[in-house]
């Protein structure tokens, strides 16, 4: 192959391998610019999370307002309830807790308003699941206020919800209640505040509120890996310019 082909054929390579930094480059420029928007997005959800907790309770929502529900407009919204346990059998899910692990009770509830909702009505440990072991359901008319929390279908802790055995890995409103043969229930359930079980177990009132947002750092870490590739293609681009100017 003559100089003159072997040159071409480099510079041809030059020029695909640069084309592809430059996509590289904005494609990284362009995922960076999407964890800004979702850093946006994440800022605002805990801006409006931060504002339900601080207000007061208002009531829960009954079966007219079930299917506009969301995580964005309704997680974690203070709610009040107004009527009585149901005289049915408790549901246990897994939970990890700052107390350790343990489950969560949730027990079913029927509101004066007309619908039934499940209520968590707080944390046992592993040790003191069984019903005499902590206090019984409340009887009677009962008002109780808590967190507004989307239904957990599926499973959790990597573990399929186990009908069949009992077993729950999640607070799945729907399934729980087809088990319990409940019939219609609330997309959500409550999480009961420690006003209304103060305990000492079941204990109300333990509802984590966090938000992971590491956003920001996955925009710096996007934009550091667009501006390495924009560097080595402008690396390139001289290179190349001084070999031409050399021969």
């Not at 020029?15 to 997005?41: M, T």
């Not at 829960?60 to 107004?82: F, H, K, N, T």
């Not at 206020?145 to 729907?174: I, M």
């Not at 219609?184 to 209304?196: C, E, G």
Request: with cysteine; glycine share 10%; hydrophobic share 45%.
């Amino acid at each position: 192959m003559s100089a003159g082909a072997e040159r071409r054929r480099g510079g041809a390579f030059q020029a695909i391998f640069i084309a592809g930094l430059c996509l590289i480059a904005l494609v990284c420029a362009g995922l960076g610019a999407w964890q800004i928007q979702r850093r946006s997005w994440k800022l605002d959800l805990i801006a409006h999370v931060e504002e339900r907790l601080r207000a007061a309770p208002v009531a829960a929502p009954g079966p007219a307002d079930w299917p506009a529900i969301s995580a964005q407009a309704d997680e974690y919204r203070r709610v009040a309830l107004q009527g009585r346990y149901l005289d049915a059998a408790e549901t246990l899910t897994m939970a990890v807790t700052e107390r350790g692990p343990g489950f969560w009770v949730l027990a079913p509830f029927r509101a004066d308003a007309g619908f039934t909702v499940l209520v968590n009505r707080g944390f046992v440990p592993e040790d003191r699941r069984a019903p005499e072991a902590r206090r019984k359901t409340p009887g009677g008319e009962t008002r109780l206020t808590g967190l507004l929390r989307l239904s957990e279908p599926g499973g959790g802790f990597l573990r399929s919800n186990d009908l069949a055995a009992g077993r729950w890995y999640s607070r799945d409103v729907a399934a729980i209640a087809s088990a319990r043969q409940l019939g219609p229930v609330a997309p959500y359930f409550v999480d009961a505040d420690a006003s209304a079980e103060p305990g000492p177990l079941p204990q109300g009132g333990m509802t984590q509120v966090s938000f992971r947002n590491s956003h920001l750092v996955y925009a710096l870490t996007w934009f550091c890996l667009a501006l390495m590739s924009a560097g080595a293609v402008t690396y390139l681009v001289r290179a190349g310019s001084d070999d031409v100017q050399v021969d």
